[in-house]
């Protein structure tokens, strides 16, 4: 364990914090998401099954998950390959790549577009939302799932020698089924032995967050070294962002680039816009959280690529870097958001 801590774990080995750059902490290069599919309301269903054309993509970027064949991002490794070219050239450093069992993952990949695009890349280790978890997961022990989230980090993921550099996305939904407690159980346990730096995905409600931060602790976990995402989907309330903000994680707004109206997976939400979230960082800086603060786009659908009329993976250090210096940010606590803070999380 000496030789890694204090050091980041990339797809192409271990890294000095400071080589890290500009980092996105919570995307997707290759995966697969077919399992959230949602059928077409009646009368859409042509347009579903032939979704890549212009007068489509309004359609599309409002029912993302009405089409098979936007879900399998993992059909798009050259586009990705482009899109990472021009992240770097962008000022880009690292990607934080989030998909684990359940999504697919695909280290020789990663690996791979490492080496081509000079973008660091670290893989993350452990188990999706129970819906993706195998009957096999689910009569596995606590300390079974724990051994091989420590083996992902520090063996290598998939029977290959690629190891992971983060533990995560690792996801429930709401409320939090037996298996995804266990698993998340087994990430404070594989945490409290690595060191290592843990991702969430919590489930569509304002209390999934909390819940979440108990069980870790109660665990053994570490909070400081714990990245709560989806929170511009999760908690709306100032107040209550403000109470989750007390516990000490990292707060994640990573869906910047999304815009849209009916969020299907939970109708009751109201997805912010890129505005909406500008103002909410704006608003927990002032309030002192500057040094929690991580930003991501959270792509992990064909439409958002460039390829295809999206915002791609340049869009916050092109757009919203900007919009963020507008809204009253400094120049460095933009920098302590993209490169900082993503810094602190290493092993
Ligand atoms: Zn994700």
């Known amino acids: 364990m000496s030789e890694l801590s204090g050091k980041a774990q990339s797809v192409l080995g271990l890294l000095d914090p400071d080589q890290l750059g500009r980092t996105l902490t919570h995307e997707h290069l290759s995966m697969s998401f077919e399992f959230n599919y949602f059928p077409p309301p009646q009368g859409d269903e042509a347009v579903a099954e032939n979704p890549f054309q212009m007068q489509h993509m309004h359609w599309l970027r409002q029912n993302p998950y009405t089409c098979m064949e936007n879900l399998r991002l993992n059909e798009e490794i050259s586009a990705v390959r482009e899109e990472l070219l021009a992240y770097r050239k962008a000022g880009g450093g690292t990607i934080v790549e989030n998909s684990n069992t359940g999504l697919d993952r695909d280290v020789k990949t990663l690996k791979q577009l490492a080496k081509e695009t000079g973008v660091h890349i670290i893989a993350g280790a452990g188990f999706y939302e129970g819906s993706t978890h195998s009957e096999a997961t689910k009569k596995m022990s606590v ?39 266990k698993v998340l159980k087994a990430t404070a346990h594989a945490q409290a032995q690595l060191g290592c730096p843990v991702i969430i995905h919590p489930g569509r409600s304002p209390a999934a967050p909390f819940e979440i931060v108990r069980i870790l602790q109660e665990a053994g976990g570490d909070i400081s070294k714990t990245v709560m995402s989806h929170l511009d989907r999760t908690i709306f ?58 930003i991501s786009h959270d792509i992990h659908t064909k439409h958002r690529l460039t390829k295809y009329g999206g915002h791609g993976y340049s869009h916050i250090l092109k757009n919203i870097v900007p919009k963020l210096l507008t809204r009253g940010l400094s120049q460095h606590q933009v920098d302590k958001i993209l490169i900082d803070n993503p810094k602190s999380i290493v092993l």
């Open 237 to 294: 309330d100032e107040g209550e962002l403000l109470e989750f903000a007390k516990l000490g994680s990292y707060l994640e707004y990573d869906l910047f680039g999304t815009e849209l109206l009916n969020y299907t997976f939970n109708p009751e939400v109201d997805m912010p816009s890129d505005s909406q979230r500008v103002k909410i960082l704006a608003f927990l800086v002032k309030e002192g959280y500057e040094d929690n603060i991580v």
């Open 143 to 181: 300390e079974k799932l724990t051994d091989i989230i420590v083996s992902e980090v520090l063996h290598g993921a998939d029977g290959t020698d690629i190891c992971c550099g983060v533990i995560g996305e690792i996801a429930s939904g709401w409320p939090i089924t037996e298996s995804e407690k």
